[in-house]
């Protein structure tokens, strides 16, 4: 199969990097020459990783893994794939861009997955003329280490288009969780809400950041705090879904903490800035 990934930023590289180590040909478009370097980089470095610690990927050769990617400003060289995986950032106004652009290249037979954390696939799939080929597939980061993908069915995505996804990601090695087309979906309608309340107790003083952290590590039982998980999804990420939630929902439960919005004003998106609540500077 042949994927297409668009966008290389956080989750963009991860997915091209999972896909091609399953031996698929990948080829990942971003508007940014910069980035699409960062992501050579980044990806030659995660492969290391699992070399060494994935079982099924023992023995794996970044050069291998990257000769499969094709790193590209291009649009036009998606006309070649069967899947296409959009992750740009969380702004209805730059996914519909993305779309217009994506619907004059692309092979109509292809399928469109949808990566977002909060818009409704539905909408993204009105912007389309294929609606029933196009389905949301909500990878968690760090991709290459998450077992599972939240699917979201979109109101017209056909049973082949699922049946397309759930293959996919039989061959990467993941499983799909099927859930209906809700913004936020079932992950971050839940986990939102937590890192936004996580944020506000921080702003009003009533703990620090490493406690807070520290009662759902080691009181919950937890692999992350709230705060870290924020971090690593990347503050802005959280910022434009929130507002998402807040604009589909109108329920207050969803305003973005002041907070938030003023580390991301200030450059504090988190690990792939290098500070967000923590420091990520060696
Ligand atoms: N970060 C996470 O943990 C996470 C998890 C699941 C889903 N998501 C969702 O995935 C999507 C991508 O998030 P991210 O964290 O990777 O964002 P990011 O900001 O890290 O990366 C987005 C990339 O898209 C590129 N881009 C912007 N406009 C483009 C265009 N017109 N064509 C091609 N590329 C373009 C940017 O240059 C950037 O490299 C968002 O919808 C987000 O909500 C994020």
């Not at 079932?186 to 620090?208: C, D, K, P, T, Y």
């Not at 520290?214 to 709230?226: L, N, Q, R, S, W």
């Not at 434009?240 to 450059?267: E, H, I």
């Amino acid at each position: 199969m042949n994927v297409g990934v668009i966008g290389a930023g956080t989750m963009g590289r991860g997915i091209a990097q999972t896909v091609a180590q399953y031996n698929e040909k990948v080829v990942l478009v971003d508007i940014s020459t910069d980035i699409l370097e960062s992501a050579k980089k980044e990806i030659r470095n995660s492969v290391r990783m699992q070399a060494f610690y994935n079982k099924a990927l023992k023995g794996i050769k970044p050069d291998e893994v990257i000769e499969r990617i094709i790193f590209t400003t291009d649009y036009a060289l998606l006309a070649e794939c069967d899947f296409i995986i959009e992750n740009v950032p969380e702004k209805l106004e730059i996914k519909i861009g993305v779309y217009e652009q994506l619907e004059k290249v692309s092979n109509p037979s292809a399928y469109y997955a949808v990566n977002t954390s909060c818009i409704p696939v539905t909408e993204i799939a009105a912007l389309t003329n294929r609606p029933d080929k196009v389905i949301g597939m909500h990878f968690m980061n760090p991709v290459p280490m998450i077992e599972a993908v939240e699917i979201m069915k979109g109101f017209h995505t056909s049973k082949e288009t699922i049946e397309a996804a759930l293959k996919l990601l039989k061959a990467i090695n993941k499983h799909g969780i099927i859930v209906n087309d809700y913004p936020g979906f079932v992950s971050n309608r839940i986990s939102h809400l937590m890192m936004n309340e996580a944020a506000f107790i921080v702003q009003e003083g009533e703990a620090s950041i490493e406690n807070v952290d520290d009662i759902f590590k080691k009181c919950y039982g937890h692999k992350m705090g709230p705060l870290e998980t924020a971090d690593l999804i990347g503050l802005d990420t959280v910022v434009d879904s929130l507002d998402v939630l807040f604009g589909q929902y109108k329920d207050t439960k969803f305003r973005c903490c002041p907070l938030l919005r003023r580390m991301v004003a200030a450059g504090h998106c988190g690990r792939k800035s290098g500070q967000g609540f923590y420091g990520y500077n060696g």
